[in-house]
Structure formats: structure tokens, C-alpha cells
């Protein structure tokens, strides 16, 4: 039998070291934030040439979260975060060499496959963590969101110091191909840490489990609602920080590292906050916060409508920083519904979850562009925020309402004959 102390030891190794690798793996898929501007400029690419590009990382996140949670669930997440690291690291490489729009596309999508391992994270993490911590537990390691701010941050100031002729004898590159080899480097780094030093005995709940009787959670509607809910606290979010750097530098006329820095800030509550969103989920329920949640992110989105002419850059920069807040409590409460209604199916239920939300984070920024082009307005991608916002709101309301009515009938009902 297993050593409680020495299970809650191993347990705490898999979410310090699963939360590492996610933060580096998600500063490399949405690292096209940043990257994408001086690239645009570089390979002289069309404005739709440009939102394809920095979308199309996100979509290769988005579309196998579901295959890469159950496959986490079957044959142990530590196998699959190192595979993982080690696969993003080629494409990652290569993406420094890249001389037209077509080669940066393929790399983008092959590299976006980083984005998976959020389902790989969250379903290792269940399988180690008892239902009462999980929201906790989840949340610390959603706070791997953070990545997304490590490019922003330092990039703009990694361009400038490398020097344009590269470094080491041409072995780092110069401006921002410097970024993609640095990142290969610290992948490799990453993986042989996680091998040597993650519990050597991992747990697979859904090893032996015939796939069918996994995959019966996908016809419920209540999963695909969740889904819909993390379009709204995640999906927007990747949407937000690939769109506001460009966003800054067009409306309000700062500098790449300037609006790098202002979508950093975006960034670290959305993401830093999520273990607190776990936690107030594991006290109060996760329907209640994201209730909460979803009634403040409207009334913010709906200030950030306004004509960007009418908001002035500290307000802008305050009504998105409170968006943040929002979404990074909002991740952890909509994930909280995960293991609380499907115990046995997180990689499943969670990977459709994160594949649906992140999908949305390949979609608005779409959206955004399409719309902008259309309309010429640069706000009209808030409509869109708050359009969906409004709608997951309307749906959880009534759900609510639905619930509640059938508690009181079901406290109605005569009692049964003894």
C-alpha cells in the first residue's frame, strides 16, 4: 500500500513540474503575438496574411486537445508532456530559418501543437489529486497561462540585444529569430527535468477502459456548454493577447515594446489569478463564480464598445486589465465543473472542454480582423466579446433557473409511503 505523505509528495512534484512545462509550452504557442509584427514587416505580408498567421498556431492548439486528453488518461500524462516537449522543440528551431509565408504558416501549425498540453496537464493532474483539491490543484496549474506574457515581455528586448548579425558564431540567430531557437533550447531542458524528475509510477485511469464507454460524456449538452463557457474566460483571453499588441500600436500609436508591456499586464491576471479561482470554487462552488464572472465581464466588455475615440489609453488599459481579472478566475470555475460532474472522464470531457474554448481563441481573432476590415472600426471586436459573453450568460441563467425549479418541485413531492 502507498504512503499517503509520500502520494501528496508525488503529487505536488507532477503540479510543480506539469505547471512548468505548460508555462513554457504556452509562452512557445502563442509566441506568434509578438513574433508575427516584426515577421509581418520582414516577409512584407498582407494584413489577412498576418491574422492567418497568428492564428493559425492557436487553431493546431485547439484542434486535438480532445485526442491528447484521452491519450493522457490512457497512457500517463508524464509520457505525453515529454513527448510533447520534445516534438514542439523541432518546429519551434526551424521557425528561425524561415524565409517565406507559406514555410512560416506550416512551422506555425506544426509548433501550435504545443498547445495541447493543457489537456495533458489537467487530466495528470486529476488522476493525483483527491475531488476535494482538484479546483485548487487545476488552477495552480492553469496559471501556466502566464506563458503567453514571457514572450511579450522579454521578446521586444531579446530583439534589440541580439545583434542583427547573430551571436555564437551565427549559432543564435539576430531580431527575432533569435526568440524561436532560445525557446527549442529550454524545451529540450524541459523534457529530460520532467523525465528524471516526475513520480517514476504514473497513474492512467483510463487504462483499460474501452474507448467507447469513454467518449459516451460527448453526447450530454452539459459538456458542450461548458465549452461554450471557456470560449468566454479562454478563449477570448488567446484571442486578447494575440490581438492587443497590433491593437496598441494601430489605436493608440506606442511602441511594439510598449504595447507588449500593456498586454503582459492583460496577461497576468488572467492567467496568475486562476489558482485563486480554484479556490473560491472548491468554497463556493464553481457555477456561483462564474456566474459572478460572467455578469462583470459584460459590463467591462461592454465600456471597452465604446469608440476607441472615447477611451483614452489609461482607461482602455484599466477596463482590459479588469477583463483579466474576470478570465482568470473564470478558467479555473468552468474547469471546476470538470471533475466534479465527470470524476472518471477528465481527460475526455476536459479535452473537448479546452478544445471548444480554444477554438474560440482561433475564431475571434478572425472575427476581429474580418469585422474591422468590414466595419473599420478597431472596437468592433468587442461587440463580438460581448455578443458571446452575453449569450453564455443567458445560458447559465437559465440553467440556473432550470435547476432551482426542479429542486422546489422535487421538495413538493409527497413523501414516500413507509
Known amino acids: 500500500m502507498s504512503n499517503p505523505v509520500d502520494s501528496r509528495s508525488d503529487a505536488h512534484r507532477v503540479l510543480i513540474l506539469s505547471t512548468t512545462a505548460f508555462t513554457l509550452l504556452f509562452a512557445v504557442w502563442l509566441m506568434l503575438g509578438v513574433l508575427a509584427v516584426p515577421i509581418k514587416k520582414e516577409l512584407g505580408l498582407s494584413g489577412v496574411q498576418f491574422t492567418w498567421l497568428a492564428a493559425i498556431a492557436v487553431l493546431s492548439g485547439s484542434l486535438f486537445r480532445l485526442p491528447f486528453g484521452v491519450l493522457a488518461d490512457r497512457v500517463g500524462g508524464k509520457r505525453l508532456m515529454v513527448a510533447m516537449l520534445l516534438w514542439t522543440a523541432i518546429p519551434c528551431f ?8 507559406a514555410e512560416a504558416m506550416t512551422l506555425a501549425f506544426l509548433f501550435g501543437i504545443a498547445g495541447n498540453s493543457f489537456s495533458v496537464g489537467i487530466a495528470w493532474n486529476a488522476a493525483w489529486f483527491p475531488r476535494a483539491q482538484q479546483g485548487a490543484a487545476l488552477g495552480t496549474f492553469g496559471a501556466g497561462n502566464v506563458g503567453a506574457s514571457v514572450t511579450k515581455l522579454f521578446g521586444p528586448k531579446l530583439m534589440l540585444l541580439v545583434p542583427a548579425t547573430g551571436a555564437l558564431g551565427g549559432l543564435l540567430p539576430g531580431g527575432w529569430r533569435a526568440i524561436p531557437v532560445l525557446y527549442s533550447v529550454l524545451l529540450v531542458a524541459m523534457a529530460v527535468a520532467l523525465y528524471l524528475l516526475a513520480p517514476k509510477h504514473d497513474r492512467v485511469p483510463g487504462q483499460g477502459r474501452p474507448l467507447g464507454s469513454m467518449m459516451q460524456p460527448l453526447s450530454q449538452v452539459r459538456v458542450w456548454r461548458f465549452g461554450l463557457y471557456y470560449v468566454v474566460v479562454f478563449g477570448a483571453y488567446v484571442a486578447l493577447s494575440m490581438w492587443l499588441p497590433a491593437y496598441y500600436t494601430r489605436v493608440y500609436q506606442v511602441s511594439l515594446a510598449t504595447a507588449a508591456f500593456l498586454t503582459a499586464a492583460f496577461i497576468f491576471p488572467a492567467s496568475l ?4 479561482g480554484g479556490y473560491l470554487s472548491d468554497k463556493f462552488g464553481g457555477r456561483v463564480v462564474t456566474y459572478f464572472v460572467f455578469v462583470s465581464m459584460t459590463l467591462i466588455s461592454l465600456v ?6 472615447l477611451l483614452p489609453l489609461p482607461v482602455f488599459f484599466i477596463a482590459t486589465l479588469l477583463l483579466g481579472v474576470g478570465m482568470g478566475i473564470g478558467k479555473a470555475s468552468v474547469y471546476k465543473y470538470v471533475p466534479e460532474y465527470y ?16 477554438l474560440g481563441g482561433f475564431l475571434l481573432p478572425l472575427g476581429f480582423g474580418y ?3 468590414l466595419f473599420r472600426r478597431p472596437e468592433v471586436c468587442f461587440y463580438l466579446l460581448t455578443g458571446v459573453t452575453v449569450v453564455s450568460l443567458v445560458w447559465l441563467h437559465t440553467t440556473v433557473r432550470s435547476l432551482a425549479g426542479a ?4 421538495l413538493r413531492m409527497p413523501a414516500p409511503a413507509e
Open 94 to 101: 526551424l521557425m528561425s530559418r524561415v524565409e517565406s509565408f
Open 273 to 276: 489569478l486562476r489558482p485563486l
Open 304 to 309: 471597452l464598445c465604446l469608440p476607441s475615440s
Open 343 to 358: 470524476p472518471n472522464d477528465v481527460g475526455l470531457v476536459g479535452g473537448l472542454v479546452g478544445t471548444l474554448g480554444a
Open 371 to 373: 469585422s474591422e476590415e
Open 407 to 410: 429542486e422546489q418541485a422535487a
